[in-house]
């Protein structure tokens, strides 16, 4: 009897039908694209499949294959070494390196194409210096391989993706305890064996979910594989449906495409699969070991290196080229003026909606009433959040046919020409929050559970309503969570390329797709000054991010509502904060 007493004083209460009921909308609104999707697919009949078969779909899967094995190799081992490296040694310049490996996290990957093109260029500065270090006088005599090949965009796309293994694999290197790797040298373990044979294995979850989340990035770019000349899976989508007109063709070719996310997604929870380590925080964390000499400045060396490549060569070069255009007297544009406004109001219309929607979701999920008999997580949990594991270009072939019937419909009662939500960017404000709902679902859902359930027993006893207690008590106490949320909204939506490409309504642009055109055209150098100020939106997110010592990795996708999930190490680490106001840090930077 105790015992269930207990259990009741410390469970939340079930939420109301009308929560229930707008939670299972939202989820079902986010679910609602990859239904029309595959309806389109189905729709379009077998004809294409012979011509795709054949001529498109072995060698764009081949080159996304060879993309995601390369780019998801490279990150593993820098992100991992870096991690390491920060959290095992003492070196010179090491508190500020800790944090400064999260910059290459500011710079999209679209940019960061544009600019190693521009720099590994024949007549570029970099070849042109190597040259003349060399004694060669022309590119006939010497030059480097293209930028523009699919080792190029391997090493591009690592560059500024790397961070999302190493954030995930400092925060659980940093709370692996002493005991364990001074047992495995007493047991006669050099450091590579403890490291390769106790460490690596115990942070194969945090591993998975950095990779995982490097892999998802790669299949959603469009602007950097275009860009890099490498024709993977999501260009084609693209080029199918925008030059050649075959929406069916593109539809069948993103159904495809999602085998490979859910490929992914599985590969992912299997590797963080009986893995769970639990009271990290009780126990002492493993010293470190202070480095001198020529060790020192080579461990300074190499954590300063990923830093140099992935953020301060591209934005060095963006910021050259941003000065010479406003000494030519091409400064702050009005293009660039209506673009930056375009931006700021579209990611300002997507965070307040996605972060009101999380809020919802989570808030109806939290009850173990509303998750159902099992105990597991409440379906509309798993099911909003998928959006964030499709990649842009596919979310928006799947949101386009409904979205065009809907808009049909309202033009028609309305007596309105044209379509009114296209134009109005209404749809490309759903594409928005349907991919980035599942930031602030997460960061909420992790404060909530920071909260003490017995405060609201005690505001429901004092005669506060629902609704009351979440105004009064619950959301001055997920401020924080609710700020972070949404300053990682706003700054994905800020760097999104793909869904604007597709679903901005016409003679509208963003910085993102000024960027593109200006890129499509050959003169990059004129929208230096929107990729900079694109990098520098993102700034914030990374000073967020290292202010804390320990984030949150979370998994790429949750887990699904038939059962409960098995959270990694860094998610445990992220739910056992101080206390109810300790903020939360969700681990994320769309590309």
């Not at 060669?136 to 090493?155: C, E, H, N, W």
């Not at 002493?178 to 403890?194: D, K, Q, S, T, Y």
């Not at 693209?238 to 495809?256: E, H, K, L, N, P």
Request: proline share 8%.
């Amino acid at each position: 009897m105790s015992s269930i007493l207990s259990r009741a004083l410390h469970r939340p209460r079930a939420v109301g039908p009308l929560w229930a009921a707008t939670a299972a909308a939202i989820a079902l609104a986010v679910l609602t694209p990859l239904a029309a999707l595959a309806w389109t697919a189905l729709g379009a009949g077998t004809a294409h499949w012979s011509h795709l078969m054949a001529h498109v779909l072995p060698g764009a899967a081949a080159r996304t294959a060879t993309l995601l094995a390369g780019v998801g190799l490279l990150t593993a081992v820098v992100g991992t070494g870096c991690a390491w490296l920060v959290t095992r040694a003492d070196f010179p310049g090491r508190r500020v390196l800790q944090w400064a490996l999260l910059l290459p996290l500011t710079v999209p990957t679209y940019i960061a194409a544009y600019s190693y093109v521009d720099l590994l260029h024949p007549i570029g500065p970099f070849q042109s210096l190597l040259r003349t270090l060399l004694g060669f006088d022309s590119p006939r005599q010497f030059r480097l391989p293209d930028a523009r090949s699919t080792p190029g965009a391997v090493l591009v796309l690592s560059a500024v993706l790397y961070p999302y293994v190493y954030l995930s694999m400092r925060a659980m290197f940093s709370t692996q305890p002493a005991r364990l790797m001074e047992a495995a040298r007493l047991l006669g373990e050099g450091p590579w064996g403890a490291f390769r044979r106790v460490a690596l294995p115990m942070a194969r979850p945090a591993l998975a979910v950095g990779v995982g989340l490097v892999l998802l990035e790669v299949l959603n770019d469009v602007g950097a594989s275009e860009f890099l000349g490498v024709t993977t899976l999501t260009t084609t989508i693209y080029t199918t449906w925008v030059t050649r007109s075959d929406f069916g063709a593109a539809a069948q070719i993103a159904c495809a495409m999602l085998a490979l996310v859910a490929l992914l997604v599985t590969l992912e929870r299997q590797g963080r699969r009986h893995r769970r380590s639990s009271h990290l925080r009780a126990m002492r964390p493993a010293p470190r070991q202070t480095l001198r000499g020529a060790r020192a400045w080579l461990a300074t060396t190499a954590a300063a290196l990923p830093v140099l490549i992935g953020f301060v060569l591209p934005a060095g070069h963006l910021a050259v080229l941003a000065w010479k255009r406003a000494v030519e007297g091409y400064g702050l544009s009005a293009e660039v003026l209506s673009g930056a406004t375009h931006s700021a109001l579209l990611a300002l219309a997507v965070t307040a909606i996605a972060v009101a929607a999380g809020l919802v979701v989570a808030w109806a999920g939290r009850s173990t009433g509303a998750a159902g008999a099992s105990g597991g997580r409440a379906w509309w949990l798993g099911s909003a959040a998928l959006g964030y594991a499709i990649p842009g270009t596919v979310l928006a072939i799947g949101l386009l046919p409904p979205a065009l019937a809907l808009d049909g419909w309202i033009a028609g009662a309305l007596g309105l020409p044209g379509l009114p939500l296209m134009s109005l960017g209404v749809v490309l404000v759903a594409a928005g929050v349907m991919r980035f709902i599942a930031l602030p679902i997460g960061g909420i859902e992790a404060g909530l559970s920071r909260i003490p359930v017995p405060l609201e027993q005690v505001a429901r006893s004092l005669g506060e309503s629902p609704l009351g207690t979440l105004r009064r008590v619950h959301l001055p106490l997920l401020r924080p969570a609710l700020t972070t949320s949404a300053l990682l909204v706003f700054i994905d939506v800020m760097k999104e390329l793909p869904a604007s490409l597709l679903l901005r309504p016409a003679n509208v642009e963003t910085l993102p797709t000024l960027l593109y055109a200006e890129a499509a055209r050959g003169s990059y150098e004129h929208g230096a000054l929107a990729a900079l100020l694109i990098v520098g939106v993102g700034l914030p997110a990374v000073l967020l991010l290292s202010r804390e010592p320990i984030a949150s990795a979370g998994s790429v996708v949750p887990e699904p509502p038939d059962g409960r999930a098995t959270p990694s190490p860094d998610t445990e680490l992220s739910r056992a904060g101080d206390g109810p106001s300790a903020p939360f840090i969700p681990m994320k930077e769309a590309t």
